[in-house]
């Protein structure tokens, strides 16, 4: 698996909120596999014509040398438009399938924490609660002590804990299965980054910890509560957790691909196991599903008004104007407010998008991770563009 080296990311501007305690913001570390991407504040949108997103779709595949590109579009009355570009199949030419399915990477730690805080509202976790209150004993290592670290630590990755993906990337592509707590196992040989609660730092073990601990309180799998929660309760339809050993993806799909070296040709990786992201990365999903879950989510579909208050508390990101609550993300707009959501890397795929508050959303995606971080605000720029038309 490649790595996609984040920019430094320094603490400075306007706290909106977040752990008790000061908290800054570490330098953030190589991400790839299950990563929200790079982040930079938003470059101005162009003067929005009928067809904006689609020649930023078209750019991505023309100048950036992406293979495909696929968006939705959500107005603030529910219509959705739908974009493609490039070729789905370079051994075909098949055709970019309109909101096709795509593995959605990172996106599916909202879906984790979601759950998480409705288990919260339910009373039957407590965000100030340690790790050890739920697997006691289980987390330990060089300057790590699960007695130390909270769940809202976990879902805010305010930790410390050392993320494992560089270890299990190659894995990924050689379609490796991982159990969760192989993962766990292999982020404590690592020593801690940080002491909790002081600095923010992203790492995928934080999420692995918190589908533990659904599954701990629940005595159900994460996948299933995902799906009963989340993924049923606001009609879902083209959303998934794959099955232990799935490698397919189930619906039509543009296929996903890999670049070992940024000169490296492309090769197929649409068929990979994905359980090295489990909590952290492993669901697939479509635009427009992805569009639905995150307006759902701000409307108040899914959480009680307490626990998407906690949610949206955020911690600034250096200067870039986001901020990272508990597995949501708040990225300034060109023309004006925020939108929320996350993003998410995994082989073959990037996505990026979110809703506002008024209910309109974007999500655009591509098939392979880009090897530059300049490609990666370009199809930021396209979800830009769709929210400030």
């Known amino acids: 698996?490649?790595?996609?080296?984040?920019?430094?990311?320094?603490?400075?501007?306007?706290?909106?909120?977040g752990p008790r305690g000061v908290v800054q913001v570490a330098a953030a570390g190589a991400v790839g596999l299950m990563t929200m991407g790079a982040l930079a504040p938003p470059a101005a949108s162009s003067a929005a014509g009928p067809d904006t997103v689609q020649q930023g779709l078209s750019a991505l595949v023309r100048s950036d040398g992406l293979?495909?590109?696929?968006?939705?579009?959500?107005?603030?009355?529910?219509?959705?438009?739908?974009?493609?570009a490039g070729v789905g199949d370079l051994a075909t030419g098949a055709k970019v399938p309109r909101d096709g399915q795509v593995r959605i990477g990172s996106n599916t730690k909202t879906f984790t924490a979601v759950v998480v805080l409705q288990l919260v509202?339910?009373?039957?976790?407590?965000?100030?609660?340690?790790?050890?209150?739920?697997?006691?004993?289980?987390?330990?290592?060089?300057?790590?002590?699960?007695?130390?670290?909270?769940?809202?630590?976990?879902?805010?990755?305010?930790?410390?804990?050392?993320?494992?993906?560089?270890?299990?990337?190659?894995?990924?592509?050689?379609?490796?299965?991982?159990?969760?707590?192989?993962?766990?196992?292999?982020?404590?040989r690592h020593?801690?980054?940080?002491?909790?609660?002081?600095?923010?730092?992203?790492?995928?073990?934080?999420?692995?910890?918190?589908?533990?601990?659904?599954?701990?309180?629940?005595?159900?799998?994460l996948a299933e509560e995902i799906d009963r929660r989340v993924v049923k309760r606001v009609g879902l339809r083209h959303t998934y957790f794959p099955t232990a050993g799935d490698v397919t993806i189930r619906e039509p799909h543009p296929k996903g691909y890999h670049r070992d070296a940024a000169d490296a040709p492309l090769r197929d990786v649409t068929e990979i196991d994905p359980s090295a992201a489990w909590a952290a990365g492993q669901m697939i999903s479509t635009n427009s599903d992805l569009n639905r879950f995150f307006?759902?989510?701000?409307?108040?579909?899914?959480?009680?008004?307490?626990?998407?208050?906690?949610?949206?508390t955020t911690v600034p990101l250096g200067k870039t104007g986001a901020g990272y609550g508990l597995g949501l993300m708040s990225r300034p707009l060109s023309c004006g407010g925020a939108y929320w959501g996350h993003g998410?890397?995994?082989?073959?795929?990037?996505?990026r998008g979110g809703a506002t508050d008024d209910g309109r959303a974007a999500s655009?995606?591509?098939?392979?991770?880009p090897t530059d971080g300049e490609t990666t605000k370009h199809l930021e720029s396209v979800v830009d563009t769709a929210l400030c038309r």
């Open 1 to 17: 698996m490649r790595e996609q080296a984040w920019q430094r990311l320094r603490s400075s501007g306007r706290r909106r909120g």
């Open 67 to 84: 293979p495909a590109a696929l968006a939705g579009v959500q107005d603030r009355e529910g219509r959705t438009r739908t974009y493609t």
């Open 121 to 188: 509202g339910e009373g039957r976790i407590d965000l100030a609660a340690k790790a050890d209150t739920y697997l006691p004993g289980l987390v330990r290592g060089e300057g790590i002590d699960g007695r130390r670290i909270t769940v809202r630590q976990l879902l805010q990755h305010t930790s410390g804990l050392p993320d494992y993906e560089k270890d299990v990337e190659d894995d990924v592509l050689g379609r490796r299965y991982f159990e969760p707590r192989d993962l766990l196992d292999i982020a404590l």
């Open 191 to 221: 020593k801690a980054d940080f002491a909790p609660g002081t600095k923010w730092k992203y790492s995928n073990t934080n999420y692995v910890l918190a589908g533990l601990i659904v599954q701990k309180v629940t005595g159900r799998p």
């Open 295 to 312: 307006t759902a989510l701000l409307a108040g579909r899914l959480l009680p008004p307490a626990q998407l208050t906690e949610m949206r």
């Open 344 to 351: 998410g890397d995994i082989a073959g795929y990037e996505t």
């Open 364 to 369: 655009a995606a591509v098939t392979s991770i």
